[in-house]
């Protein structure tokens, strides 16, 4: 059977500006990458009306225990599981709450595999195999929009009642899309044509880091613009722990040290008893109550300068 010609994709298009990339110095093709990745930041400008509405219906979604899910395949895939892996170590969240599902599984990782991308049965499997249910979240990325594995698996999980985002980087009146919220990355024509691992990618990696860190400032897992919920697990996130203790709380490093051990390496519960002097157990049951929200829990235990972003010692804090 004849593969379908598309040709009239965006992301297929010569880009008129490389049309001469093989004759090229090498500053001559770092010029001209410079040049149209700087697309890829008008292109998130564009969306964000979209991407504001994904946050809120994903963050939604989560504080009614739903889970996040990124799927789609070859570079697309990749970048979605990428996003996934980061959100443990960041934000402390427990690795279903947000999983990536790539066409060919982990192999595909390293490996290419893009021709499972054309079976939409085995995107709708996956949804299946994954328990996808009404209060998830199933974001299929796609860069020139007409991947059947994610079509396969967006029409399943919308089946299954769950919200649904599309993400891809070409116009919807090229490809439609039936899902809760629609994001176009209008990049352009890549420098290599059809390579889409390039503005495509970029755009993508963008609106994704936008998306699920807007996720979880939503949730609670940030205050200010700290890390409050990092999962103390390595050195350098130690050491971050103890800075963001130390800046916010004003302590020394030692101090920092003495009272993360206290709260179990916990930084949020570390500044709640901190500020509160309360015992952890009770910062606990406090932050619990808030959905472990560190500035309404700080609220609720009569702490109103520190919540409105003043330490009780008048040191500033920063505005959330």
Known sequence: MSPVNRGYLLTEQ????SQHLDQCSALEI??????????????IAQAKASLAEAIDLTAEALRAGGRLFYIGAGTSGRLGVLDAA?????????????????????????KSSEGLEDLPQDGAAAMVEHGIGPNDVVVGITAGGTTPYVH????AARERGAKTVFMA????????????????????????????????????KLALNILSTGVMVRLGKVYGNRMVDVAVTNSK??????????????????????????????VKLALMMHWSGREKADCQALLAQHQGILRAALAAANLPAVASGKATTGMPLPNA
């Open 14 to 17: 010569s880009n008129p500006v």
């Open 237 to 266: 996130l130690e050491d971050r722990a103890l800075r963001i203790l130390g800046d916010l709380a004003d302590l020394s490093r030692a101090e920092a040290a003495q009272l993360l051990e206290a709260s179990d390496r916990s």
């Open 86 to 110: 980061e959100c443990p170590p960041t934000f402390c969240t427990p690795p279903e709450l947000v999983q990536g599902i790539l066409a060919g599984g982990a192999a595909a990782l390293l």
């Open 30 to 43: 770092v010029e001209i990458f410079h040049q149209e990745d700087t697309k890829t930041v008008r292109a």
């Open 169 to 204: 980087c070409v116009p919807a009146e090229q490809v439609s899309a039936a899902v809760d919220v629609d994001i176009r990355l209008m990049v352009g024509p890549e420098v290599l044509a059809g390579s889409t691992r390039l503005k495509a990618g970029t755009a993508t």
């Open 152 to 155: 396969g698996a967006l029409k």
